[in-house]
Each structure stands twice: as C-alpha cells, then as structure tokens.
C-alpha cells in the first residue's frame, strides 16, 4: 500500500499591528501619529511585511467648529516575492497602498447638542467622496441621524 503525502492547504493571513501616539499641542491643536507594522501570508512560503504610519489634526476654531486632517498609509506598501513557488520564474512585485487624505469640518451648537459635518476623501487612487452627517435632536429628546455619501 502506497501512502500519499497530502499538502495542507494554506488560508490568506492578513494583519497590522499600530501604535498610536498623540499629543495636545495647545487648547486648539491636537496632533497623532500611528506607526503599522504589516503582514500578509498569502500562501505558503509567500508573505510580506511592511511598515506605514498615519497622521492626524485637529483644530478647534471655536468651541462649536473645528477642522480635521488625516493623512494615511503613508509608505505602506507590500513586497511579493514569487521565487519559493515558482522558482527562476518567480518575481518580485510591490503594491503600494493608496495613499488616503481626509480633511473634515465638524460644527456642534451645544445647547441643542445638534451637530452638522463635512468630510471631504481623496486618494491617488483616484477616489474623491464627500460626505455629510448630521445629528438632530428635538424639543421632544428624539434624535435624528442622517448620513451622506457621494463620489
């Protein structure tokens, strides 16, 4: 009796690991920077592992409107090397991750606790959303909640 050996089947493994620092400069400035460490198994003998980091503001104007910046996935990226699957053929390719910048504007009229804001995302690539929320809430203590989206 001949015994075969079988190959286990190797499931994608896709996770980061983030550390996030941040620090309030002033009452008005807030600033944060999360480092990510990367890391994909897509196959057996094929992974990659990268590092990235985001960044972040916000700044309040007043104590009912402040304005966000976020910049993420910057040097993200990974790098594929085919060589332990396919030998001579194999190759090396990087895919770098869309670099994604978010700026948002945030009005809060606290006696009512009413809050109205606009986001605006672009990536290179080639993403442009904007969107809007809002949240009412009434005489009566019901809360309204609207979100918008588009691009």
């Given at each position: ?131 809007r929320r809002s949240r009412i809430q009434s005489l009566s203590g019901s809360v309204l909640t609207s ?5």
């Amino acid at each position: 009796m001949k015994m075969e050996k079988k190959q286990a089947i190797s499931l994608p493994l896709k996770t980061s690991f983030s550390s996030p620092y941040q620090n309030r400069f002033s009452e008005r400035l807030s600033i944060g920077i999360s480092f990510k460490f990367l890391y994909y198994k897509l196959y057996q003998g094929i992974t990659s592992s990268g590092i990235g980091f985001d960044i972040g503001a916000i700044y309040l104007i007043n104590p009912q409107l402040s304005l966000s910046l976020m910049i993420s996935d910057i040097n993200s990226r990974y790098q594929w090397d085919s060589t332990p699957l396919y030998g001579q053929d194999g190759v090396i390719t990087k895919d770098n991750f869309p670099l994604l910048k978010k700026l948002g504007c945030l009005q809060i009229r606290r006696s009512e606790d009413n809050r109205l804001g606009f986001e605006f995302e672009n990536s290179n690539g080639g993403t442009n959303i904007f969107s809007r929320r809002s949240r009412i809430q009434s005489l009566s203590g019901s809360v309204l909640t609207s979100r918008h989206r588009s691009g």
